[in-house]
C-alpha cells in the first residue's frame, strides 16, 4: 500500500508548510485542465490530493504516523467515511469530504477567485487623485479653490447606462445575471467569471453610439473644493463620489486632493509652528527695544528685544503660528535674530565707534574674552 508522504515526495519529518508547498506543486503539475485526457495524470491527481487531506489534517496526521492506512480502513477498503479508530468522520478516499476546501486554498487565485463564487465584475470607477499646491496664507485662512479634473464622466446621450437611448440594458442569457457559470472539471466543478457579459451579469443588445456601450464619456469637470483653515504638506481631502464614473451605470469612484505648500519668502513651517530670520542692525541689538515683524495672517506682531542681544538668539512667539487642522489652537512663531555689521562707514562713523570702543569694558564682551583666554592657554601649551 503507498505511503502518503512518499506520495507527495516527503519524508516523514516534513513540517506542515512543506507538505502544502509540495501538494501544491504536485496538484498544479497533474491537474485535469492542464492534462485534459491524461487518464495516469487524474489518478495521480486524486493520489497526491489524498494524502494531503490527511496529511494536512493535525489529528489525522498524528493517527496516520501512528498505526499508518489501518487509522482509515473501519469500514473497509480506502479512506472512507466511518468514525474509524481516532473518531475521524469523513475520510479522504472516494469522495474526497474537504477536496472543495483543499481546491480553495490551494487553486482558488488561479480559477477565478479564492472562493466558492465569484463576485460580479466591480464596475465602480476609479478613484482619482488630484495634486494641489496652495500658498501658506492659504492654508492659514482657508479657501475654495476650482480645480479642473479629467475625468470619465456618465454619458448623457444614454444616462450612463450604455444602452442607446429608447432601448435597454438585458440581464445575461448565459449567467442570468449572476455574472457567474460553473464549468465541470473532470470530477469536480470550477466556478468562472462569465464569458458572454464579462462577469457583469447584464448585457446591452444596442450600445450608445456616443460612449460604445460604456456608459461614460471622457470630460473635464470643474469642481469648487473647500480647503479648510491649517492644511499642511501632504494633507488629504477625500471628495466622495467625484473620481471617474463607473461603468455603464456603475457606481463612481472618489477623488483625493493632496495638498502641497509652496515655499513662501519669509516664513518656514513646521507642523503648527513657524519660524522667521530677521536681521537686526548691531546698534537696536545692542540697545534693545521694541520691534514690529510680519504675522502670517498678514498683519504685525509686536516683540519685545532686549539690550545685548546676540546674533543667533530665537525668541518664542506663542499662538503666532499656523491654527490645528479642524481645531482651536495655533502654533507658536519663533523668530531667530541674525545681528547685521554696518559696511561702508563713513570717516565720523569710524571715528564715533573707535571712541565706543575705548568706552567698552572687557566684561562686557564676556564671549569674546573666554574665547581669547582658551587661545592663549592653546598657545602656551
Known amino acids: 500500500m503507498a505511503d502518503y508522504y512518499q506520495d507527495l515526495g516527503l519524508s516523514k519529518s516534513a513540517s506542515d508548510a512543506e507538505i502544502k508547498k509540495a501538494y501544491r506543486k504536485l496538484a498544479m503539475q497533474y491537474h485535469p485542465d492542464r492534462n485534459q485526457g491524461d487518464a495516469d495524470a487524474e489518478k495521480k491527481f486524486k493520489t497526491v490530493s489524498q494524502a494531503y487531506d490527511i496529511l494536512k489534517d493535525p489529528q489525522k496526521k498524528a493517527a496516520y504516523d501512528r498505526v499508518g492506512h489501518d487509522a482509515f480502513n473501519q469500514m473497509g477498503g480506502g479512506a472512507g467515511g466511518g468514525a474509524g479508530a481516532g473518531g475521524f468522520g469523513g475520510g479522504a478516499g472516494g469522495g474526497f469530504g474537504d477536496f472543495g476546501d483543499m481546491f480553495e486554498d490551494l487553486f482558488g487565485d488561479v480559477f477565478g477567485g479564492g472562493g466558492r463564487r465569484t463576485q460580479q465584475a466591480d464596475t465602480r470607477g476609479n478613484d482619482l487623485r488630484y495634486n ?23 454619458c448623457d446621450s444614454c444616462d450612463g447606462t450604455g444602452a442607446k437611448k429608447g432601448t435597454s440594458v438585458k440581464t445575461c442569457h448565459t449567467c442570468g445575471g449572476a455574472g457567474e457559470v460553473r464549468v465541470q472539471q473532470g470530477f469536480f466543478s470550477v466556478v468562472r ?16 453610439t456616443k ?20 492644511v499642511d504638506e501632504g494633507t488629504r481631502i477625500r471628495l466622495s463620489g467625484e473620481g471617474e464614473a463607473g461603468m455603464q451605470g456603475g457606481r463612481p469612484g472618489d477623488l483625493y486632493i493632496f495638498v502641497s505648500l509652496k515655499p513662501h519668502k519669509l516664513f518656514k513651517r513646521e507642523g503648527t509652528d ?8 548691531f546698534v537696536d541689538a545692542a540697545l534693545g527695544g521694541e520691534l514690529e515683524v510680519p504675522s502670517v495672517d498678514g498683519g504685525k506682531a509686536k516683540m519685545n528685544l532686549p539690550e545685548g542681544t546676540q546674533s543667533g538668539q530665537v525668541f518664542r512667539m506663542r499662538g503666532k503660528g499656523m491654527p490645528e487642522l479642524n481645531g482651536t489652537r495655533r502654533g507658536d512663531m519663533f523668530v531667530k535674530v541674525t545681528v547685521e555689521v554696518p559696511h561702508k562707514l563713513s570717516k565720523r562713523q ?12 572687557d566684561k562686557q564682551n564676556p564671549e569674546q574674552n573666554t574665547f581669547w583666554d582658551q587661545a592663549k ?5
Request: net charge positive.
Open 193 to 208: 467569471g462569465c464569458h458572454t457579459c464579462n462577469g457583469t451579469g447584464k448585457i446591452i443588445p444596442d450600445p450608445c
Open 350 to 361: 569710524k571715528e564715533l565707534l573707535n571712541e565706543f570702543k575705548g568706552e567698552c569694558k
Open 377 to 381: 592657554k592653546f598657545w602656551a601649551s
Open 211 to 230: 460612449c460604445g456601450g460604456k456608459g461614460r464619456v471622457r470630460k473635464e469637470r470643474t469642481l469648487s473644493v473647500n480647503i479648510p483653515a491649517g
Open 274 to 281: 513657524l519660524s522667521m530670520d530677521i536681521p537686526v542692525s
Open 132 to 154: 494641489l499646491a496652495v500658498d501658506l496664507e492659504d492654508a492659514f485662512h482657508g479657501k475654495k479653490a476650482n480645480v479642473k479634473i479629467p475625468t470619465q464622466a456618465p
